[in-house]
């Protein structure tokens, strides 16, 4: 791969991180509502999971998911199933908790990262799209072009949302006495992603 070529992908990458979505949502609302460790260990989750959609789309597996109607269709109705479990859990959190940034399960966080990306269908669609538009069709071992493309894109994402998690801990400093709003934001936040997947189409 041209250096230009991974130039202009990092670029776009590191936009389209940026840009407000659910991720980056979540990211920040768990760091306000537990500190940046939280928030970290949720981005190392949520980019795990991407690690495993890169492979999918390396190897094919992600098109095959693609084409099966059932297959599309069991994982966005997961996704939304999860996300709506996620809510309840939210609610169900503890003011303590919330007043203490450092009482947390970080197990837990990190696989629910990994579950939320693993099942988006919107993470794969986005994939599927994206990382093949910087493959070089010339050179024969594209599923490694591919590996790569989606190991820098990780790369940058973990460090852009390191970085949200940060400067939101530092609002959750000057938030502190609104804590106890701050679990129905997170509700909220994850209804909102899990709704918005109900209209996720081929």
Same mark, same amino acid.
Request: hydrophobic content about 55%.
């Given at each position: ?13 590191? /936009? +389209?991180? !940026?840009?407000?979505?659910? &991720? ?18 949720? @981005? +190392? ?9 890169? !492979? @999918?789309? @390396? ?32 609610? #169900?959190?503890? &003011? ?22 693993? +099942? ?26 591919? $590996? ?8 940058? @994402? $973990?460090?852009?949302?390191?970085? /949200?998690?940060?400067?939101? &801990?530092? !609002? ?9 709003? !701050?679990?129905?934001? #997170? ?5 909102? /992603? ?9």
């Amino acid at each position: 791969m041209e250096l230009n070529n991974l130039l202009y992908f990092l670029t776009t990458a590191i /936009i +389209l991180t !940026i840009m407000p979505g659910p &991720d980056m949502l979540y990211v920040i609302v768990q760091s306000i509502s537990f500190g940046k460790k939280a928030g970290i260990i949720l @981005a +190392l989750g949520l980019c795990t999971g991407l690690i495993i959609h890169t !492979i @999918a789309v @390396a190897f094919g597996i992600s098109t095959i998911i693609y084409n099966s109607n059932f297959a599309f269709f069991t994982l966005k109705y997961l996704g939304v199933i999860y996300l709506f479990y996620l809510a309840i859990m939210a609610l #169900k959190e503890s &003011d303590i908790n919330l007043n203490n940034n450092e009482q947390f399960n970080k197990i837990h966080l990190y696989r629910k990262g990994i579950m939320m990306n693993l +099942l988006n269908p919107k993470v794969l669609l986005f994939f599927l799209a994206f990382l093949p538009q910087f493959v070089n069709v010339k050179n024969e071992n594209t599923s490694m072009q591919m $590996i790569v493309l989606g190991i820098i894109f990780i790369i940058q @994402a $973990i460090i852009v949302f390191t970085i /949200i998690s940060v400067l939101a &801990d530092k !609002i959750f400093i000057k938030l502190k006495k609104y804590t106890k709003y !701050i679990k129905w934001i #997170k509700a909220g936040v994850l209804l909102l /992603i899990g709704i918005s997947l109900l209209f996720v189409n081929k």
